[in-house]
T-cell receptor, first 117, second 111 residues
Framework: NAGVTQTPKFQVLKTGQSMTLQCAQD?????MYWYRQDPGMGLRLIYY???????DKGEVPNGYNVSRLNKREFSLRLESAAPSQTSVYFCASSVFPGALSSYNEQFFGPGTRLTVL | TQLLEQSPQFLSIQEGENLTVYCNSS?????LQWYRQEPGEGPVLLVTVVTGGEVKKLKRLTFQFGDARKDSSLHITAAQPGDTGLYLC???????????FGAGTQVVVTP
């Protein structure tokens, strides 16, 4: 099993360009997440999908959109990239959130390093 | 505003020494997790604690959840270079969904 895979690994964009970050998991997990990680800020949740067909905003959703394409895939789109979106982006998945399991381990992908000039 | 405050931000020690990192908040958590992240990789879960006062051990790592479920600590005994990494705590204040992460403690263990 590959676990959680992300593409691309690195990307450089110019301000105003758009792009989509891809994420896929092969663990049959219901929930998927997108985080960004910045120095001194830890991981901040951008969007999440508790189950196929649902998406919700996290802590820092402005400037991003997501699509839960199917149970395996969850993509993150930057419509008009800004330098403030320079960051490392992580996708994660978990079996299921919430009351069914307090031991809800999130499995993370290797990250996409995005620079916006 | 960071819900979870981790301290220290950076810790450099020699192999064989002990270390403790802390995760504090004014909020009560239903569960709290500790992750370790190595350079160029995503975080990997080390432990989840859910009961106030709970202590869990993972080889040389000891995790404690505060009695009031507002804080946690990670203690490493006889640290080894393989313990080098960014240690992140993540807490959930309700029983549904999202965890919030602290900024992390960067630990460097030199031979």
């Amino acid at each position: 099993n590959a676990g959680v895979t992300q593409t691309p690994k690195f990307q450089v964009l110019k301000t105003g360009q758009s792009m989509t970050l891809q994420c896929a998991q092969d663990m049959n997990h219901n929930s998927m997440y997108w985080y960004r990680q910045d120095p001194g800020m830890g991981l901040r949740l951008i969007y999440y999908s508790a189950s196929e067909g649902t998406t919700d905003k996290g802590e820092v959703p402005n400037g991003y959109n997501v699509s839960r394409l199917n149970k395996r895939e969850f993509s993150l789109r930057l419509e008009s990239a800004a330098p403030s979106q320079t960051s490392v982006y992580f996708c994660a998945s978990s079996v299921f959130p919430g009351a069914l399991s307090s031991y809800n381990e999130q499995f993370f992908g290797p990250g996409t390093r995005l620079t916006v000039l | 505003t960071q819900l979870l405050e981790q301290s220290p931000q950076f810790l450099s020690i020699q192999e064989g020494e002990n270390l403790t990192v802390y995760c504090n908040s004014s909020s009560v958590f239903s569960s709290l997790q500790w992750y370790r992240q190595e350079p160029g990789e995503g975080p990997v879960l080390l432990v989840t604690v859910v009961t106030g006062g709970e202590v869990k051990k993972l080889k040389r790592l000891t995790f404690q959840f505060g009695d009031a479920r507002k804080d946690s600590s990670l203690h490493i005994t006889a640290a080894q270079p393989g313990d080098t990494g960014l240690y992140l705590c993540a807490g959930r204040t309700d029983s549904w969904g999202k965890f919030q992460f602290g900024a992390g403690t960067q630990v460097v263990v030199t031979p």
